[in-house]
């Protein structure tokens, strides 16, 4: 577990802003959002999961 939160909740937080980045290129340039939108509610899901997980420290 203690991996997991040095790692990948930094690996998730870079994906979600390139995610973030990549939606609002997109809306400036006038395409479609659609997946940027479901990646974004994905990984926010998988961020708040295990920052719950850590948080409460269920191991």
């Known amino acids: 577990?203690?991996?997991l939160s040095?790692?990948?909740?930094p690996l998730l937080g870079v994906i979600w802003f390139l995610n973030f980045v990549s939606?609002?290129?997109s809306?400036?340039?006038g395409k479609n959002?659609?997946?940027?939108t479901i990646i974004g509610a994905a990984l926010t899901f998988?961020?708040?999961?295990?920052?719950i997980y850590w948080f409460t420290g269920i191991h």
């Open 1 to 3: 577990m203690t991996y």
């Open 46 to 51: 998988i961020v708040m999961f295990l920052f």
């Open 33 to 36: 959002v659609r997946n940027q």
């Open 27 to 29: 809306i400036n340039s």
């Open 6 to 9: 040095l790692i990948g909740i």
């Open 23 to 25: 939606l609002i290129s």
